[in-house]
Structure formats: C-alpha cells, structure tokens
C-alpha cells in the first residue's frame, strides 16, 4: 500500500510540473537564482573596471561560472569555458565571476589561461551570496530571457558544458 502511494505520489509530481517556455512582457516573475526564475540583476566590473550588469546579457543566453583562482577544479575547467566562448561567441556568452580576489591576480590568472572571455571581479563576494553560491565552482546557465534554467555546482566538463548551452540555444 506504501509503495503504491508514494509510485502515485511521484506520478502525480511528474505530470503536474509545467515548464517556463516564453516570458511575456511585462510579466511579474521574480528574480531568484533557482530555475524558472529570472536571473538576479548586478553591477560588478572587468578587470579594467568597465561595469556590466546582468541585464546587459539579456536577448542572448549566458552561462555565469563563479570561480577562483585558487581553486583546482575552478583550473581545471577553465579551458571549457574558454573553448565555449570562442565556439559559441556571438551566439551565446560565457562569464566568469571570481571570488573576492583582486584585479590584479585575477588579470595575471586570465593571461596564463590565454583567456578571453569577461572576468567580473565579485570582490565583497555580494553577488556570490545574491546566486547562493555555497561552493566553488558553480555554473548558473541563463537562456535568453534572462531565466535560470539550471545551477550546476562542481566541476564541468567540456561535453556537460556544450551540451547544456546546445539546450539554451535551441530553446529560444
């Protein structure tokens, strides 16, 4: 009789969720950093302190890795998220959100990864906690309507990384 109810019970959850597919204009959903939200706004700057916002990626899917230098896995996935902004550039865009390290560190790490994708410098980690990220690293993929479609923490790997921007890309 358990089995049977929870079986019904899982049914029941699976069938009844709805998927976010279009955002309308104007529309009242809120921002959190969990799928099927929009995307929580900020300012943070480049390296070279030119100021980017969330909203400035709208129109486009963006895919935010909040990083350190100082982390390995952060290191080892580095090189996939270079190799998707050049194969998705124009298409989609790739950030990366560091961890309260200075210009400076994060300029010199970016120069030894031959990196060419925007680094944001996330120094009073505020943004960080805004996107409740609890470890490093983290991967928040936003589709083009600026909504949260999923939060991956841990390391990525380049066929996981292409294959969930080849789902925000074809959603829109």
Request: charged share 15%; with cysteine.
């Amino acid at each position: 009789m358990i089995v049977a109810v929870v079986l019904v019970g899982i049914g029941w959850i699976a069938i009844s969720q709805e998927p976010v597919t279009a955002i309308e204009p104007g529309s009242d959903l809120t921002e959190a950093p969990i799928p099927g939200y929009l995307a929580p706004n900020f300012v943070l700057y480049t390296t070279l302190g030119e100021e980017v916002t969330m909203d400035d990626y709208l129109g486009r899917p963006v895919v935010l890795n909040f990083w350190a230098t100082w982390c390995p896995p952060c290191r080892a996935e580095v090189p996939h998220f270079q190799e998707a902004s050049v194969k998705y550039n124009g298409k989609a865009t790739i950030v990366g959100i560091d961890q309260g390290e200075p210009s400076s560190v994060v300029t010199d790490f970016a120069n030894s990864f031959a990196l060419s994708y925007p680094l944001l410098l996330d120094q009073d980690n505020s943004v960080n906690r805004q996107y409740g990220v609890t470890a490093l690293p983290t991967t928040v993929f936003v589709d083009a309507q600026g909504v949260v479609r999923e939060v991956y923490t841990g390391i990525i790997n380049g066929a996981v990384l292409q294959d969930r921007i080849e789902n925000l890309l074809n959603e829109g």
